[in-house]
């Protein structure tokens, strides 16, 4: 079960109906909860708010990462759930491939612990928390901002502060959405169970990614099995909407897997521990606006969040890094809000332009993943992919390095095969 929180939330009739701080930043996430940490070192006056009561709770995300991503944002070990060495990719059909590592390539980490590091660092540096508490509005107030917030006993908060940090994730909640234009959002919606398994089973899925890949697998989309601690696997579904065609529910894709990958005997001896799931909503040429006036963006409700793999997570990390070091120089008189002018440029090439050929990628491979062909399709370029190894596959999916593959590969992950 998940752990109790350290953090309950403010009870209402302690609430003041006003705080006053330098940056607010609303949204615990990666992206908001390190923002806060790395302004907090910084000795700035930031108040870290939340929505959720308990930050254990809505563990949404299936959270595989490559292991340089640990070192690179200074991640301790406690927030890893489980280290993998393998990929396996199942389909499509029964076709099973395997790429062995020769060493830890990666982690899956406990995205609850990591949003509770990330807060305890915040807080351990003098930022302030309080959690269960839904930013409703903001409006510009003199040289700042007034940010409203209610609890859910309906009492109302107001916040003034000189910035404001959207870090609400895909929901968006104060920068809001821009018009679709030419760059919609594309949506892709996850369910994911976290199982307890006895130990014989649970050793089969240990150290490894395993993906399920084709039309008859998830039309569509994909499925997975991650471990996590010793007894404890993630199995989960993921497909991108497609407003054109009726889809099966997200559900009975999440049950056929199972059917599949389990026999009804293990299926009986697996005891679910928690179901979650939710929505990843990117544009894929990031064309939004990441601040307006004193309302900044981040994270994925700027799109960091790559629609390819359904990963977000060190992409929102890296939005915190790129807008920390700006956020602290305009707070700073001598820097004043010219300093943020050249966020969003700098988001974009801190991404790569990697970045955005996959999520063109991503919307031709899901979106198109909806019959034999397209299955023999995959079929054809996973075959191309045997000869590689666990790195090579680790460079193509985590660092999108399409050119590896060499140009035969290029039409087909453009789209023009
Ligand atoms: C099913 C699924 C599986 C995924 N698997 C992976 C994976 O394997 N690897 C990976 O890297 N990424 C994965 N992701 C994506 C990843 O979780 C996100 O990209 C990442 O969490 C984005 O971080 P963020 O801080 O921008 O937003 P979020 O993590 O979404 O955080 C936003 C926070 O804002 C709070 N909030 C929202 N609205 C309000 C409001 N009005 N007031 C106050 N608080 C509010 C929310 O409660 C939340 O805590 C997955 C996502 C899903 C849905």
Redesign the pocket.
Known sequence: MPEASPFPASPSCTLPSRLDCRVLV????????DLARQLAMADVDVLL????TD?SH?A??????PLATMDRFGLPARVAAARWSQWQLIGPGERRRQWRGSGTMGV?LD?AAL?RWLVQECQAWGGRLTLG????ACRPEGQGLRTR?RDRSGAVLDVVSEWVVD?????R??IGEAPAGRDPLVS?????WLVEAPPNLWQDWADQLAFCLGSDWVGQGYGWV?PMQPGRLKI?V?RLADGGRAQRPLAAELRSVLERLFTAEQRQSLRVLDR?????RSRVHRREPHRRGRLLA????VS??NLL????????LT?SRVLAPLLLRALDQAGGSDALRGYPADLRRALGWRWSLSGRLARRTWLGLRSPAADRRLNALLQGLETCTAEDLSALLFAYRFERYGLRAVPYLLGWR
């Open positions: 609303v949204g615990a996430g990666p992206a908001g909860a708010v939340d929505q959720l930050l809505a949404f995300s299936s959270a595989a990462l899956v995205f949003r508490l839904r930013a409703i917030l870090a609400t994730g895909q929901q909640a104060l892709g919606v996850g369910c994911e991650f989960g993921c979650h799931g939710g929505l990843i981040l994270g994925d409700a960091t969040a793999g359904g990963e977000g997570i060190r992409h929102a939005s």
